[in-house]
């Protein structure tokens, strides 16, 4: 299985980006996919969640109103549209699959994960 992020990027406060996770070696549209962000010494955050059994969504309260997750099963891939950009919001994204945790997240409790795009918002 292999996760790959791409569409990170530097944008000023206010601005937008798209990201994208193509999935390779698994079923993708039986998966739930996950967005999880990790910013600077922090610890990892849930940000969002596509449900692979029927494209249901979920976000942290956070990013709820600003960021949304799509997908598209025929490309095997998940999206997260990130508007109105806070510098908050600056952290090594990545999306993940294999797992249910959106609390105190470690690396373990998702089985598989892509190798992180850095999104950093400043002026």
């Known amino acids: 299985v292999q996760l790959v992020e791409s569409g990170g990027g530097l944008v000023q406060p206010g601005g937008s980006l798209r990201l994208s996770c193509t999935a390779s070696?698994?079923?993708?549209?039986?998966?739930?996919m996950y967005w999880i962000r990790q910013a600077r010494g922090k610890r990892l955050e849930w940000v969002s969640r596509?449900?692979?059994?029927?494209?249901?969504?979920g976000y942290a309260d956070s990013v709820k109103g600003r960021f949304l997750i799509s997908r598209d099963n025929a490309k095997n891939t998940v999206y997260l549209q990130m508007n109105s950009l806070l510098p908050e919001d600056t952290a090594v994204y990545y999306c993940?699959?294999?797992?249910?945790?959106?609390?105190?997240?470690?690396?373990?409790?998702?089985?598989?994960w892509g190798q992180g795009t850095q999104v950093t918002v400043a002026s």
């Open positions: 596509s449900r692979g059994s029927d494209s249901r969504t």
């Open positions: 993940a699959t294999g797992g249910t945790v959106v609390g105190n997240i470690e690396f373990e409790d998702y089985e598989y």
């Open positions: 070696g698994l079923a993708f549209s039986a998966y739930d």
